[in-house]
């Protein structure tokens, strides 16, 4: 059994924990050391229990606490030579930290847990995102891309669960207060994914086994989550309370597959 719950989601920090056979892998590392323990806490999780930490790229709000969590409970920290060099360049202090570097067409194991890097396209140095399996069942998850792509797409087919993003509704973006390089950017091909592009990627994908499908990443200014769970829901053709949503603040409680 695979079983995986979100610390929080969204722009201000992103972080999702991963168990199965009682290996822990945690999915980007975008709060503060504190606010990690302290949510891994509300998981029932202790930060020894952490084997492994993945990080997508090297956006804050998904590498901003993981060099010092993985330095304060020695925990190796995952990532490509692109997302690498990036943080270097943006001087953050490595010492003392092990690295297991990603090769974004190879799978790799962190004890019984596979992890399946595909790329996607987003403003980053070389961007990530993880489907993980216990051999049995997949998680996939995808937030951070500015649009699908059919590698995307062939890598979340057939997944237990997914957790997707959906970051904006166009027209409050476009309509919104943001400067306009800022919606260019958000709105781009290498951006964020909104919820009628995810709602269309979803329609894409092999659906025969989902038993969880979550949105994620939702911008608090360009969105509403009601917006975002009846886009995902068309999508299925299901009722709109079957969709989970993550939250900045409370991510999402365990669920399993
Ligand atoms: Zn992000
Ligand atoms: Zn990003």
Redesign the pocket.
């Known amino acids: 059994m695979l079983r995986f719950a979100s610390l929080g989601s969204g722009s201000s920090g992103n972080c999702l924990v991963a168990e199965a056979s009682g290996t822990v892998v945690m999915l980007d590392c975008g709060l503060t050391l504190t606010e990690t323990e302290r949510r891994l806490a509300r998981c029932g999780l202790e930060p020894s229990q952490v084997s492994a930490i993945l990080v997508?790229?090297e956006?804050g709000?998904?590498a901003g606490g993981a060099f010092e969590f993985a330095a304060a409970h020695r925990v190796t920290l995952h990532l490509t030579h692109g997302t690498l060099a990036a943080l270097k360049a943006e001087g953050k202090a490595l010492d003392g930290v092990a690295l297991g570097m990603v090769n974004a067409r190879q799978s790799f194991f962190v004890d019984g847990i596979q992890l399946l890097p595909f790329t996607v396209p987003?403003?980053?140095r070389e961007?990530v995102q993880y489907v993980l399996s216990d051999g049995a069942a997949k998680l996939g998850v995808i937030?951070?891309a500015g649009i699908s792509t059919p590698h995307v797409e062939k890598m979340l087919s057939g997944l237990g669960a997914l957790v997707l993003e959906c970051n904006y509704d166009r027209d409050l973006l476009w309509n919104g207060s943001y400067p306009r390089w800022l919606k260019e950017r958000i709105g781009g091909p290498f951006g964020?994914l909104d919820n009628r592009e995810s709602e269309r990627l979803l329609g894409a994908l092999d659906r025969s086994r989902l038993k969880h499908v979550i949105g994620a990443h939702l911008s608090q200014q360009n969105n509403r989550p009601e917006l975002a769970r009846a886009a995902l829901a068309r999508a299925l053709g299901c009722e709109e309370s079957w969709i989970g949503l993550a939250t900045q603040d409370e991510g999402f409680g365990w669920r399993s597959i």
């Open positions: 997508a790229h956006h709000d998904h987003h403003d980053a961007p937030t951070d964020h």
